[in-house]
Each structure stands twice: as structure tokens, then as C-alpha cells.
């Protein structure tokens, strides 16, 4: 089985394509906009703090459970506990958070490509007036991208690992980092620009609360792709000769700077549109950020720029954040696409069908959630719900549950799994090759100790934290 199974075709591939599916809207907006909110240059220390000290090791347990076993997560889980169906249920998880994911992912990428195709046809004063969004998203043309943004994304996966997943890494991450690094010397030139860096650099401990701890902690987890079994999945396509550990660090500095690069970007955006922003007053939801706040600071452009140069700088942050989802979204249907190869022993381009069938039938009832079909709009009543009312549609369900709660349960489970299950030493093991110095090293005592002890009551600490303010209105802490 091992013999057929594909390959990343280099380590720099490797590295490129798990931050190019760490990299995503979040890192570009979200993360920027919260680390302002919350203390500047103490959020990113804290931030920091968490990438290095509690995902890394994560993701090195990630890595090395999917190159050991060479199977995508579900496949992982019964290999290593073939006796327990508990287990089996980690395994299942894990492969139906990507395909959630995946779903909610899409529809943002459509939202994102249809976006730009307004930009790019001119109607960037339309978009920066308030209603354009609501209309947006209700609008027929929706379908049109969303054939787009599919085909687009199963072309690259029918190409497979290393003619698909990697040379799309090689080329989109390469062309997004050079766009982000024009746009934020741009930027810089323009007024009022620096009270945005000053905003965003100088730290303010004062506003480390639990709450701004907790959120810097899931956001560092989720922006590495923790707990989505992409991470086993790319570990199962890793080279036996690359240092997992070194690898992990990589992505990590990659992820963590692109999220870092951003800010210098969209603050001093923000600040020059409006010297006088309270950056506390800023949505802290990217949805909204990236497609009602954004449009109306690129239109500031115009005074400058005029409509054509305005409507340019918008076109090349949009085709940024487009690359961004891109890359994300590939790397997250692979998980189920790998699944179910590797379960069914079915070729690539079948079980790549299933999937996205499957992916584009849930969707769509996202897509129609907004107001086009009132089964999905109202769909359930949770969390702040008044009482009768089913105030969640069917796209909040998905977020609420898939994208903001579930991943530090599944990233505790691997933590438990690789450590109690599968056994240190086997894991061990694994991290030793291609790296002659790990054992014995301090990383390693660290890494067994961390893992099996704070690191996952850490992670459910958060999961439970989670589930009891977004679904109860009370929490922990
Ligand atoms: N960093 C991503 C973001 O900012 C989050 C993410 C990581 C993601 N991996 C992903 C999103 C895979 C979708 C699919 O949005």
C-alpha cells in the first residue's frame, strides 16, 4: 500500500503547501484587526507564545501519527487502536470537521471571488454602500462562482499531490507573499498610515484578559490547521528523510508571519481611511471586516488614487485574500478525498467526486441561508436565541460548531491518542528519522511532557469554554 501511495516531491514543497493551507482569510483581517483590539504588541507576544509552545508540538504529533501510519486520519485512528471503537469515533471527527469545513470554507471563497469580479467590473462605489452585501450574498450570480471556485479546486486535487497540491502551493504562495509586500510598502507611503502601526505594535498588557488569552489560543490553533486532520493527512505524504520537527517550526514562522506582515498592511489601511478609528469599535468577525468594512477603505483610495487606482489596490488585495482561500480550501478536501481512498482503496478521481458532490450539495443550503430559503435562514435556536425563535441559520450551525468549537477537542484527542495509544516511544521513533540530534534533545523531553500533560487539558479547557458560552450563555472562566 505504502508503495503507491503519493508524495510531496520535495521538503520545500511540503513546507509551502502546509502554509499555504494555514494561510487564509483569518490570518489577513481577523488576526490584525483582534491583535489591535486586544493589547498590540502583548497580544502577539502571548500569540507567539502559544505557536511555539502548544501548536507546534501539536502538529508535530499531527505530522508524525500521519507519516507512521501513512493513511489519512480516519485510516490513522484504526491502524494504531484497532480494538477501539472509541477511537474510531476521534478517527470520524476528524474527517467530518474538513468536510464541514470545507463546506462553510467554499461558500466564504465564492463570496471572496465574486467580490472581486465586482471590483474588477467596476462597481467598487456600489460596494462600500451599506446594503451591498445583504444583496450580495442573495444574488443569483452566487451559483456562477460557485461552478467556478469548484472546478478550480478539484482540477488541482485531480492532479494529486505533487502535480496538483504542490506546484498550485508553489506558485499561488510565492504570488501572495510578493502582492502582500507590495501592498504594505504602498500603504506605508500613504497618510495617517503609521497611527495604524502604532495601534497594532505598541503592546498594552493591560487588555490581557482570560477571554483575549483564551481567543489568542484558539486562533493560533485553527490558523495552523490543527485539529482538521490536515496536518496527519500532509504527514502521510511526507518525506521519511525530513525532520518533522524542523518542518513544524517552518510552517509555523511561515503562518505566523504572513498573520504578522498583514497587519502592517490593513491597520495603516484602516487608520488613513479614518484617523480617528477606535480600533475596540472594529468588528472582530472577518465576514464582516473583509466584505462590508474593507470596500468602503479602498473607495477612500479614490481622493488620492482616483476610481481606477482605488479600484486597482482593492483588486490586488482581493485576488490576495482569493489565493489565501484558495490554498486553504484545497488542502481541506483533500482530508476526506484521502479518507476515502484510503478506506475503499478507490482511485483519486472517484473518490474526489463523492466528496465534492457531497460538498457542494451541503453548501449550497449555506448558500441559500441567507435569505433565499427560510428552512435553512431559520434553521435552529441556540446560544442567544430568544425563546421560539430559530434565530442560527444552517451556515452559523456549521460555523458555531465546526470552525469555533470542535478543533481543540480533536486536537486534545490526537495529543491523547499519539502519546497514551499509539505510545511515546513509537512517536519518538517516528521524529528521529531524518533528524539525527531529536533524541535526547531538550525538544524531545519537552515535547513527551507536553503532550501528555498540559497541552491537552489546555485544549479541552478551551473546548469546554467554547461549547459553554456559544451554546449556553455562561462560561468558565
Ligand atoms: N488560517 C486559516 C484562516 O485564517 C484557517 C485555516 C487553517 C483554514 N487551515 C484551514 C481554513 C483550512 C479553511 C481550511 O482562515
Known sequence: MSTSREHFGSRLGFILAAAASAVGIGNLVGFPVNAAKNGGAAFLFIYALFVFLVCVPVMMAELSAGRASQRGPFGCYQLFAPKHPLWHFGGFLSVLTPFMIAVFYLVLTVWILGFLLEIIGGNLRAMAEPEFFGSFITGKSLFVYLVIVAAFVAITLHFGVQKGIERGAKIMMPA?????????????????????????????????????????????FFSLSLGMGIMITYGSYMDRQASIAESARLVAIADTAVAFTAGLLVLPAIFSFNPNTNPDEL?????SLVFTFLPKVFLALEASLGYIGATTVAAIFFILVLFAALTSLISIIE?????????????RNRSLLMIGAAIIVVSLGCVVSFGM???????INYGNCEAGTKCKSFFDLIIDVFYDTILPLNGALICVFVVYQWKKRNFDKELENGDADYKGSIMEKYINFSLGTFIPLLLLLIFINTVLSKFFGTSLI
Open 176 to 220: 501572495l507573499f510578493f502582492m502582500l509586500v507590495a501592498m504594505v510598502l504602498f500603504i506605508l507611503t500613504r497618510d495617517n498610515a503609521f497611527a495604524g502601526v502604532k495601534y497594532y505594535l505598541i503592546p498594552d498588557f493591560s487588555k490581557l484578559t482570560t477571554q483575549v488569552i483564551n481567543g489568542a489560543m484558539s486562533q493560533a
Open 283 to 287: 468588528s472582530s468577525s472577518s465576514v
Open 335 to 347: 482530508v476526506p478525498v484521502c479518507a476515502v481512498m484510503d478506506q475503499f482503496k478507490s482511485g
Open 373 to 379: 430559503a427560510d428552512f435553512f435562514t431559520h434553521f
